[in-house]
Nanobody
């Protein structure tokens, strides 16, 4: 599986962005998909995940502001980000994994996209 993330950019605090992650391969619908982010000088952290059956799981820091979704017909997963804050600034990565349960652990994901920069100005 190859993943291509897009949709990042510069936005003011309170604004919105929608990230997309396009996947190659005909088995996309069988994978759990996750979004992670990494700010300068910090470790990569979990943001949200969606299972093959569209169950979702969010980090507390984004719950109520971000929404993860998927379109299996388009082999794409989305991250709608609303009410953005300066602390959301990071490179955002999408990932695909085949573990039995949704996970916030990066090691549970087998494939990673290249990342897209999100910058939120105050």
């Amino acid at each position: 599986v190859q993943l291509q993330a897009s949709g990042g950019g510069l936005v003011q605090a309170g604004g919105s962005l929608r990230l997309s992650c396009a996947a190659s391969g005909r088995t996309f619908s069988t994978y759990n998909m996750g979004w992670f982010r990494q700010a300068p000088g910090k470790e990569r952290e979990f943001v949200a995940a969606i299972s093959w059956s569209s169950s979702t799981y969010y980090d507390d820091s984004v719950k109520g502001r971000f929404t993860i979704s998927r379109d299996n017909a388009k082999n794409t997963v989305y991250l709608q980000m609303n009410t953005l804050k300066p602390e959301d600034t990071a490179v955002y990565y999408c990932a695909a994994g085949s573990s039995r349960y949704l996970s916030r652990r990066p090691e549970q994901y087998d494939y990673w996209g290249q990342g897209t920069q999100v910058t939120v100005s105050s």
